[in-house]
């Protein structure tokens, strides 16, 4: 984040995206696309995120072309969060987290997304893998879809709501790690048009202690001005991710790796105002 | 489920139960585990339900490993859940219900779980596609697990439980079909030792009108009297889940198969007497 800023730039080969690049909607199609991707933004960005359903698609073949999207990131040295939104228990769970956070994997991310729908507490064998191996993990807690506010901002019987849960959770987690001075291995995925959720909340996001993954900027929405609202004095913790803004500016790599770069500085200037 | 009683099996290859029937723990193990189910199973159980996770810990070998369970068990004629607990929205959550959903794919399941923790309506895309294509989708709405309870009991600012939202959700998606006297497309995920959650939050699990998974029978704690207490009158509608209990059976085909059987009788007659 210090070399390249705070910008995640996703790779989210759906229908319309790849047709708009010229390419069929097929497997050879999309992996033309995602592999255009990596040679765009690996060494030139500080974090890219693929995202698994674009890939799952095409069954296990789609599975092979994403384990080649991660080799070829690894091997430019750009860090990779895998956004597959798992979420189980026990030993399901484990498997999950092995499947993508293993430490002798050669095709291991360097974070994924999971989601809590089964509470905090069942995410235990991702969270201690992602701190036993150095990697990280980013837990939903407010998303911004409509339908998000149904279940994130219901409250339990303490009275705190299941986002604000997953924050404190998180919290814990990353205690150590914070009085030491680093950013914890639990990192948040808080969307970038939220408003005023987080402070309605009454959530703190400052003392969670982890990275910020905010979904949403540019096309969707999520503006320098919607940033500074969501996150306030959280912002230098955050990773802000960017999908359809620079994508859109494909297939040639020259021009999205300068669209990618632009949105980077963008984000580095909003992060250093709030300093 | 006339047929062959309210069962359905898992296929949970997880390293532990994978070495108990003296297999090693590598992709060749689970290969030989998996097709000793299909085998077992295919043809003789109402359901079987392969865990992703297993197979995904393998990487994209594991996940064409499924491909083959699947294809091994349409042919065999029986049904398949496919336990994934994938949760997104948007073109996103439209491209997990095509991987699993899509009408023209030759390894589509009958059907497959999905995590509502952006919201019931989030996963409209696989709620749509299930319909149109005669599948179905079982949604997360209360798990055993002791940390489900922070999520799926908060309450909305409505008073309703966040579990509640998800059985409100399902029956409007149902209502058409329970109208015409049929299970709807739309199921649920309900634990089977959730003991006393669904009376305490109010939910009507009959009226929902779509088929109950109901995980953990046999080696996870649920028995006879608990799914009894736990679904009441919505008995009828419930698919037991049991994996460890069946699959501790293992190596041996005729002793699996008649492992499956027995408890398959036993679910029969429980959900007969409550008729």
């Known amino acids: 984040m ?20 010229g390419l069929p909607y097929t497997l050879a199609g999309v992996e033309r696309f995602a592999m255009t991707c990596v040679e765009a933004f690996g060494g030139q960005v500080a974090c890219v995120k693929p995202q698994s359903a674009f890939f799952e698609v095409f069954g296990s073949r789609g599975v092979a072309l994403l384990e080649r999207v991660q080799s070829g990131l690894r091997q430019a040295g750009t860090l990779t969060i895998l ?3 798992r979420g189980d228990i026990g030993s399901t769970m484990t498997a999950y987290a092995e499947a993508f956070l293993g430490k002798d994997r050669s095709d291991a991310v360097d974070a ?12 235990r064998p991702a969270l201690d893998l992602a701190a036993a191996t150095g990697r990280g993990v980013f837990v939903l807690a407010l ?8 279940v994130q901002h219901a ?3 303490g009275g705190r709501s299941v986002a604000g849960e997953v924050v404190a959770g998180a919290a814990a987690d990353n205690a150590a790690a914070r009085e030491s001075g680093r950013l914890g291995s639990v990192g948040l995925v808080v969307g970038a048009t939220v408003g005023t959720a987080v402070r309605d909340l009454g959530l703190d996001l400052t003392s969670m202690g982890g990275p910020l993954l905010a979904p949403g900027v540019g096309a969707q929405g999520g503006t320098a001005e919607s940033l500074r609202q969501v996150f306030g004095e959280a912002l230098p913790q ?4 960017s999908s359809r803004e620079v994508l859109s500016a ?7 790796r300068e669209a990618a770069r632009r949105t980077g500085r963008q984000m580095r200037a909003l992060v250093a105002l709030s300093g």
Chains 1, 2 share one sequence.
């Open 2 to 21: 210090d070399a390249h800023g705070p910008l995640c730039v996703g790779i989210d080969p759906h229908q319309q995206l790849v047709e708009s690049w």
């Open 83 to 85: 956004d597959v939104k």
């Open 112 to 123: 994924i997304t999971v989601s809590p729908y089964l509470g905090y507490g069942s995410l």
């Open 143 to 150: 998303t911004s879809n409509p339908e998000g506010a149904s």
């Open 155 to 157: 409250r339990g019987a």
């Open 238 to 241: 955050v990773l802000a991710s």
């Open 250 to 256: 494909g297939p040639d790599v020259p021009v999205l």
